[in-house]
């Protein structure tokens, strides 16, 4: 009895194994994403906020 279930355990040790060595791999890649923003125009819309109200406060400035 002996021989028997180490004969099993050897059989079940060889299938974990191969079945081990056979499973996929996955692999995820992600490319990088270039993003061109133009950011003129919100500058732009707070140097004019920016601007209207250093005129406001100072209006003998120009």
Known sequence: ???TRI???L???IAVI???ACTPTVRLQV???QIY???DADVR???DKELQD???ENPNLF
Do not use: E, H, N, W
Request: charged residues 15%; glycine residues 8%.
């Open 7 to 9: 004969s099993v355990a």
């Open 11 to 13: 059989i079940g040790l």
């Open 45 to 47: 819309v707070r140097l």
């Open 37 to 39: 923003a133009k950011l």
């Open 54 to 56: 250093l005129l406001v």
């Open 31 to 33: 490319d990088p994403i």
């Open 1 to 3: 009895m002996t021989r």
């Open 18 to 20: 191969g079945t081990a």
